[in-house]
Every structure is written in C-alpha cells, then in structure tokens.
Nanobody, 129 residues
Framework: QVQLVEAGGGPMQEGGSLRLSCTAS????????MGWFRQASGKEREFVAA????????YFDRSVKGRSSISRDNALNMMHLQLSTLKPDDTGVYYC??????????????????????WGQGTQVTVSS
C-alpha cells in the first residue's frame, strides 16, 4: 500500500503563499489519482484540490479556485499544492490522499469517498493576519 508524507506547512502570513508537497512511496504513483484535503480545528475534513493520475485534469474547491494550483511529478512520486493570497480561513491540517479511482461530484472529491485508499499524516498550516 502506498504511503504518503506531506511537507511544507507552518505559520504563514495573510496574503502570503504556500507550497505543500506530498511524497509517495510503496506504490505505483503514476496509477494513483491524488488529492489535497484540509481540516480546521473542530470542523470536518474538506476537499481542496485534486489531480488525475496523468495530471491532465485538475479540480479545485471554490474556496481556493483562482488562487491555487496543483501539480505532480510522476518521475519523482511527488505532488504539490500552491496556494496564494492566503486567508486565515486557509488554516488547518492539510492532508494528501491517493486512490486508483476518483469519483467527483460537481468537481468536488469528497474526503469520505470509499475509493480513497491512503492518507498522509498531515501538515499544519496556520495563517495569521
């Protein structure tokens, strides 16, 4: 089973930008659709962005659309999330996830979808004003 490790979190300034990475091991990364999710304290985990196995298609939650990008490097088994114009509402633990199948509804990949087969341990992002 694939293992995922996130990196790049930490304290951030409102209006700044971040770049998170997710490194996969133990599986065939190029066969996996990948996604980013986040969970604020006391709230449910929510979808942020996703990218198909080839990188051809990307999906973004409306809360980050227009100020985010997601990319992957299948040769390095890595995925990245870039988020700009940070807001305090972007605060949370950011998780990457992997699945051989990705089913979205209106472009949103729910974190409770049963096809998600691996999660990272998460990286904390704290945006302060």
């Amino acid at each position: 089973q694939v293992q995922l490790v996130e990196a790049g979190g930490g304290p951030m300034q409102e209006g700044g930008s971040l770049r998170l990475s997710c490194t996969a091991s133990g599986g065939n990364f190029s066969l996996l659709h990948m996604g980013w999710f986040r969970q604020a304290s006391g709230k449910e985990r929510e979808f942020v962005a996703a990218i198909t196995r080839s990188g051809k298609y990307t999906y973004f939650d409306r809360s980050v659309k227009g100020r985010s990008s997601i990319s992957r490097d299948n040769a390095l088994n890595m995925m990245h999330l870039q988020l700009s114009t940070l807001k305090p509402d972007d605060t949370g633990v950011y998780y990457c996830a992997a699945a051989r199948l990705m089913i979205t509804e209106s472009g949103v990949w729910s974190p409770v979808r049963p096809e998600i087969e691996a999660w990272g341990q998460g990286t904390q992002v704290t945006v302060s004003s």
